[in-house]
């Protein structure tokens, strides 16, 4: 087997593109990617496009071969992912087994969304699911695990609030991010009540996006210099009949020990996460399923990041999808991308080596539909 590198990558701005058609959107972001790889059209022998929203939207399906085509593809294998918020990551993992498989040299990963829709409404997981139809859109959903976390571990509304305000913080440094003004903890708690206990500054807003990677074979990786490979990728689903307590959640533990292993490597090990902060109770879960603190240790890892504690691993530094904003099928290939380029940077306070990106999708029986872990690796490609 091949190791997959990070040869490439493409990202816009992630806020309203309204007056940009969905495809141009994967299309710009699909042409930086292959500009910053160096690599030719011609090279890419599979191209993966995610989206999780168009065909209910808009009606549009095959939306990969409309955007490849604007950026001089054609005659290579193209796929449509769809896998809720996990769509990007998902594709990811996709393009990683092919090269891995050594089935291609070269593939190209996009994901994009256009969610300011007027159709857009809540989003849940299925509108015939028995939840959905009793009310426990994804807001609700994660008020739940917010409420019971807080009755179990004597987690505080403001230790939720730090999630926010951290990534807010974090924003005001990327120019992709959609939310850059800085907020307070008071701003958080102030602000209108979604679903009790979280406020609007903790829910991930809407966003209109797309982010891109080219993803080459140790071949090319000597030829171009590639800089990042790929140490583990795992894509898992959830197991719906054994939650215990929605105060935890083991499919981000059995994920995140699934990419530890397949990469040699533990939590501690880590210099940078990038995870899936939809609402800020979720962050929160992240930390301790993917063993950054102890289970019920998460509020208080929070406020640590919060107030700069240099003994935690800095998490959602590009501001995370609270603040940068959440185009569903872009944010997974988003993710990974904030990450190689924190690694590329050597950022934040230690040397950036070894980095996580985490993703979860939909909904289904108190348990996730998708889960994905990717753990990236700084080095050069060597002949």
């Known amino acids: 087997m091949t190791t997959p590198w990070i040869a490439g990558c493409g990202l816009t701005t992630f806020g309203r593109h309204e007056e940009t058609g969905l495809d141009i ?20 022998g599979l191209a993966v496009f995610a989206n999780a929203l168009a065909a209910r939207l808009s009606g549009s399906l095959t939306i990969g071969q409309d955007a490849f085509a604007h950026v ?31 089935e291609v040299e070269a593939a ?23 939840d959905t139809l ?32 951290k990534n807010r913080r974090s924003a005001a440094t990327n120019p992709n991010a959609m939310m850059r003004d800085p907020i307070s903890v008071r701003d958080v708690l102030s602000a209108p009540m979604v679903v009790d206990p979280l406020t609007r500054l903790q829910c991930s807003p809407i966003a209109d996006g797309a982010a891109a990677m080219v993803l080459v ?21 959830g197991t719906y009949d054994q939650i215990d307590d929605l105060a935890e959640w083991r499919t981000d533990g059995r994920s995140a020990q699934m990419a ?32 950054l603190c102890p289970v019920g240790e998460g509020g208080r890892y929070a406020e640590r990041l919060l107030a700069g504690d ?20 872009a944010t997974g290939i988003a993710q990974i991308i904030e990450i190689t380029r924190y690694l590329e ?35 050069h490609a060597v002949a």
């Open 25 to 44: 959107l994967a299309a710009i972001a699909a042409r930086d990617a292959l500009l910053d790889a160096r690599i030719p059209p011609a090279k890419i």
């Open 72 to 102: 001089g593809l054609a005659g290579c294998a193209v796929l449509n992912v769809e896998n809720a918020c996990t769509s990007g990551s998902s594709a990811f993992h996709i393009a990683v087994m092919a090269i891995r498989a050594g």
């Open 108 to 130: 190209l990963v996009v994901g994009a969304e256009k969610m300011f829709h007027p159709a857009l409404g809540l989003i849940d997981s299925g509108r015939t699911l028995p």
């Open 134 to 165: 009793l009310g426990r859109v994804t807001p609700a959903g994660f008020a739940l695990r917010a409420s019971r976390h807080m009755q179990r571990f004597g987690t505080t509304a403001e230790q939720l609030a730090a999630v926010s305000v």
């Open 217 to 237: 074979n140790d071949r090319l990786a000597r030829q171009i210099g590639a800089r990042t490979h790929v140490r583990a990728s795992v894509l898992t689903s």
């Open 260 to 291: 530890y292993e397949r990469a040699g490597v533990s939590a501690g090990d880590l210099d940078v996460v990038e995870c899936h902060d939809a609402f800020s109770i979720a962050e929160i879960l992240h930390y301790e399923g993917l063993g």
């Open 310 to 329: 240099t003994a935690c691993v800095p998490v959602n530094p590009s501001g995370g999808l609270m603040s940068r904003g959440h185009p569903v099928g």
């Open 345 to 379: 940077k050597c950022g934040g306070h230690r040397p950036g080596r070894l980095g996580l990106a985490h993703c979860m999708g939909g909904d289904k029986d108190a348990d996730t539909k998708s889960c994905t872990v990717a753990i990236v690796e700084r080095k």
